[in-house]
C-alpha cells in the first residue's frame, strides 16, 4: 500500500506541475506562497483518496443466500458439522470458510474453490 501511494504522489506530481514541482523554489518564490500551496492541495487530495480506495477494493464479501446454501450442502456432505463466518476472496478467488468443525471434532479454516467448492486447503 505504501509503495501505491509513493507512486500515485509522483504521477499527481508531474500531472500537476511536471518535474520542475518536484524541485525546490529559488529564494524568490518564498515570499508568495499562495500559488506553490494551491497546487499542493489537489495532490494531498488525490494521496488520501489512494490510501483510502485500496482498502475498499480488497474487502471481501459474504455470499449471496444461493451461494451460502450451496456452499453449506457441500460442507455438511464433505462431513463438517458446524463453521463460522464464510466470505469471498475476491483476490484469490476461492471462498473462505473459518472454524469448520469435522465429525471427530478437528477445527479447520478451509479454502474453498470458487467454481467447483471442492476443498483447496484445510
Do not use: H
Amino acid at each position: 500500500m505504501q509503495i501505491t501511494l509513493i507512486i500515485v504522489t509522483v504521477i499527481v506530481a508531474f500531472v500537476v506541475g511536471g518535474p520542475a514541482y518536484l524541485r525546490l523554489r529559488s529564494r524568490q518564490t518564498w515570499s508568495c506562497a499562495m500559488p506553490t500551496i494551491k497546487r499542493i492541495i489537489p495532490s494531498l487530495l488525490l494521496a488520501a483518496v489512494g490510501m483510502l480506495a485500496p482498502g475498499q477494493v480488497l474487502a471481501d464479501r459474504l455470499p449471496s443466500p444461493e451461494e451460502r446454501s450451496s456452499i453449506e450442502t457441500f460442507l455438511r456432505d464433505a462431513g463438517f458439522q458446524q463453521w463460522g463466518k464464510i466470505e469471498l476472496n475476491e483476490d484469490d478467488d476461492f471462498w473462505d470458510v473459518e472454524d469448520a468443525y469435522a465429525s471427530d471434532g478437528s477445527k479447520y479454516d478451509l479454502k474453498l474453490n470458487l467454481e467447483t467448492l471442492t476443498i483447496i486447503k484445510g
